[in-house]
């Protein structure tokens, strides 16, 4: 990886041939400046890629590692909450401060936070990419050595650090030990869009375990819903099918709980289910919840330790870091 250093305020005065006083004016808006000089800072400031240290005009940051930008899809996702938490136990140590915002699933939101970060002069990057993201905007970065580690999904159109989850190997576990049991008809509950990088990898899993018990596969036993609401309407859809599954694999933990509010409106005990994520009082339902279980605690130390790793100078490819997945059976 190249070693150049970020574009300072210093390097847009020096390409204008000014004071680094007056470009803090012109990105300040303090103090008069000619018109032309500021149109010449602000488009030395586009050429060079220089991002204001915003947060340097709220409060004085000794280091510039003293803050992590983290980009997660959902607040209210209980599994990117708890990888926040992974990340922030592994760099409290450092004197690290994790900063956290919301992409509510859209590249646009990620595209604007990410920008904000930046903004802001974060030491470092951890990216929970949406499905339609594309990250070829953060090379400039990347190469500037700014530490950026994507997680649960990889980077589109960049070669940078990831940690993820055995996606695929964990749900062809979890719909193998259905098929082990008898089940020829087993429906799939995924997320949308199906674009997305670990319903890709859960649905490829699926297939592989359909084939490895020799099961035909059946398009109409396939169905999307992104969140709780729209997964408990998948699965009435699926158990309206003339000729329906006696066994579902829902693939995320909205879906799962989707899943078991229909299946108790409806009074199936007869459906057997496995959810790839664990939930809460999984243990205590009625028939208990068999489950893929993720390690999001384990995914967030795992990035922590390659951005920490990062900020220390390391100056190695592009890795991938995968944690496995475990098959708790409870009924």
């Keep these: 990886m190249a070693t150049t250093r970020r574009p300072t305020m210093s390097d847009v005065a020096r390409e204008v041939g000014v004071t680094a006083k007056t470009v803090s004016r012109v990105l300040n808006e303090e103090g008069p400046v000619a018109l032309d000089t500021r149109e010449k800072v602000l488009e030395a400031v586009r050429k060079l890629g220089y991002q204001p240290n915003l947060m340097a005009r709220n409060m004085r940051v000794g280091a510039r590692d003293a803050a ?45 936070l990410i920008s904000a970060f930046l903004a802001r002069q974060v030491s470092a990057l951890m990216v929970v990419p949406s499905a339609a993201s594309d990250h070829r905007y953060l090379r400039s970065e990347r190469l500037a050595g700014l530490p950026i580690v994507f997680l649960d999904r990889p980077a589109v ?36 869009p199906v674009t997305l990088y670990t319903r890709r990898e859960r649905f490829a899993g699926y297939r592989d375990a359909l084939e490895a018990f020799s099961l035909p596969f059946d398009r109409a036993l396939v169905e999307s819903g992104h969140d709780s ?22 693939a995320n933990n909205f879906a799962t709980t989707g899943a078991v509010v ?45 951005l920490l790793a990062r900020l220390d100078g390391t100056r190695s490819k592009a890795q991938k870091t995968v944690i496995p997945t475990k098959l708790i059976v409870r009924a």
């Design 157 to 192: 159109g960049l070669a940078a650090d990831c940690v993820v989850s055995a996606n695929r190997e964990g749900a062809r576990s979890g719909v193998e030990h259905l098929a082990g049991r008898g089940h020829t008809r087993i429906g799939f509950v995924g997320d949308q």
């Design 229 to 250: 609401s729209a997964a408990a309407e998948a699965t009435l859809r699926l158990l309206a099918l003339p000729d329906p599954p006696t066994a579902l694999f829902t």
């Design 262 to 306: 229909a299946l108790a409106r409806a009074g199936r005990k007869d459906v057997a289910l496995v959810g790839y994520d664990d939930l809460p009082l999984a243990e205590v339902l009625d028939p208990p919840l068999t489950v893929v279980a993720q390690d999001p605690a384990a995914m967030g130390a795992a990035a922590a330790e390659l």
């Design 68 to 112: 992590i930008g983290v980009v997660i899809p959902e607040m209210g996702n209980p599994f990117f909450g708890t990888v926040a938490g992974g990340i922030e136990s592994a760099v409290r140590e450092r004197g690290l401060t994790v900063i956290v915002g919301s992409s509510s699933e859209t590249a646009e939101l990620e595209r604007s």
